[in-house]
């Protein structure tokens, strides 16, 4: 088996950094307050195992999605919680499903379980087709909406016919939705085969924490409870994670912003020439172009180095032909999006 390859974390300053999805602002000042609290008397509560099953974390989440606090599990990170779906449902002879292109860590979790792969594509309309996915034979399908590294969000309705086509267990993985219109939370609560996942990495920048969740129907919350480790998330990220979900008014500033940045990144690169996936997440997917130079994969590659070159990293993935002609730029603060863009002129004019 092979290992996820992780964007670059280049090391020393310098670096707009836009290659990873984090988010570019700092984290709710509630959720550092909550870190300073746990390590008050000399860091006295480190010494003791945090809550088993997260308790904090998980009712925050509950305040959150209005959702059930028992039907909730913790992890380290949501890798965690599709490593433990994985482990609990997969296997040799239970396949795995996924929409290609997609989030490429799904299939690095099920070769260490001995699960096959079953990758459904994308559509040329960038949608998914309900049939095709509920026929793929798969014990459990992921789906990563919004996509990455597409940006599309597929609609709650195509979500809820292929729950209902679909005799697996269907994983929407959501964690981008921070940055969406809608969600599948209501889904989970209703059906009896769909998971939604959430990190707190990307909509609440807390990448560097490690905590995420997911919201089960009953019987897959008490089987991931039975397969993960019995203190799977820190003390610190239980507390910061709960403070962060509780609150709101920080959600709603930042992804507001995320959003506007993402929005203007989108018109003005269009306005360049660049060929931009209207996105739902806090990347985009866009394909450069110039005069001289249509979309090609090689003119992805060129903006890529040319971007590099100035100490800007965004992403590529080569290996699809729905993405190779395209950058994956992940939005960040407005002074970010201004030198990206500079430089992206810079190219498309030079
Ligand atoms: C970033 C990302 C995750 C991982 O989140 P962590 O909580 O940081 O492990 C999961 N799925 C998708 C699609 C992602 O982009």
Not at 92 to 99: T, V
Not at 118 to 143: I, N
Not at 250 to 258: A, E, F, H
Request: net charge neutral; glycine share 8%; with cysteine.
């Amino acid at each position: 088996m092979s290992a996820y390859t992780p964007g670059e974390q280049p090391q020393g300053g310098g670096w707009v950094k836009l290659n990873t999805n984090e988010n570019p602002y700092p984290p709710s000042l509630r959720a550092l307050e909550a870190i300073r609290v746990a390590l008050l008397n000399d860091g006295a509560a480190l010494r003791l195992y945090p809550s088993p099953d997260s308790a904090p974390l998980r009712e925050a989440a509950a305040r959150f999605h209005d959702f059930k606090a028992e039907r909730i599990v913790a992890g380290n990170g949501s890798d965690d919680i599709l490593n433990l779906l994985i482990r609990a449902y997969a296997g040799p002879g239970r396949p795995i499903g996924m929409l290609d292109p997609s989030y490429s860590l799904y299939p690095v979790l099920a070769a260490a379980q001995g699960a096959p792969v079953v990758k459904v594509p994308v559509t040329p309309a960038l949608s998914f087709d309900v049939a095709a996915v509920a026929g793929c034979g798969a014990a459990v399908f992921f789906l990563t909406n919004p996509n990455a590294p597409l940006g599309v969000a597929f609609p709650v309705a195509q979500v809820e016919a292929l729950a209902r086509a679909f005799p697996g267990l269907l994983v929407v993985d959501e964690a981008y939705a921070a940055f969406a219109e809608g969600d599948c939370v209501e889904l989970a609560k209703r059906l009896p085969n769909v998971v939604v996942t959430r990190t707190l990495s990307k909509g609440h920048a807390l990448a560097g924490l490690r905590a995420g969740y997911a919201l089960c129907p009953s019987g897959v919350a008490e089987v991931l409870h039975r397969v993960r480790d019995s203190y799977n998330v820190d003390r610190l990220a239980q507390v910061a994670a709960a403070a962060a979900l509780d609150d709101g008014e920080w959600l709603r500033v930042t992804s507001g912003q995320v959003r506007a940045t993402r929005d203007r990144l989108t018109r003005e690169l269009i306005g360049l020439g660049w060929s931009v996936i209207p996105s739902s997440g806090n990347f985009l997917l866009a394909a450069p172009a110039s005069l001289r130079r249509p979309t090609s994969p090689a003119a992805a590659e060129q903006a890529f180095e040319f971007l590099r070159a100035r100490k800007i990293l965004v992403r590529r993935f080569p290996h699809h032909p729905l993405t190779e002609k395209s950058l994956r730029i992940s939005v960040g603060t407005e002074a970010e999006a201004e030198v990206f863009l500079a430089a992206a002129k810079a190219w498309t004019e030079g």
